[in-house]
């Protein structure tokens, strides 16, 4: 029970962190002044990139490792069946 509440707890921070860091550069978007074209170009691609990892790695990593899981658990169990069939 206290391995599932850190885990929980290292998802929770890194939501924090994700949020933190994309609020962080909302005031760089709705800038106007000097170079303000500049930093938008800037900052656009790096809140893209900040969601896109935060999904990847709460949607993608843990379904890719699944199926790498799986994988090795039926070719490890493969030998055991056609033995016994």
Do not use: C, N, Q
Not at 49 to 78: C, D, N, Q
């Amino acid at each position: 029970m206290r391995r599932l509440f850190t885990i929980a707890a290292l998802y929770m921070l890194w939501a924090l962190v994700v949020l933190a860091s994309a609020f962080g550069l909302v005031p760089i978007m709705s800038s106007t002044g000097t170079g303000a074209d500049v930093m938008k170009r800037i900052a656009a691609p790096m809140i893209g990139g900040i969601f896109t990892s935060f999904l990847m790695e709460l949607i993608v990593y843990p379904a890719i490792y699944a199926v790498w899981k799986w994988h090795f658990e039926v070719k490890r169990s493969a030998p055991a069946l056609l033995e016994e069939g």
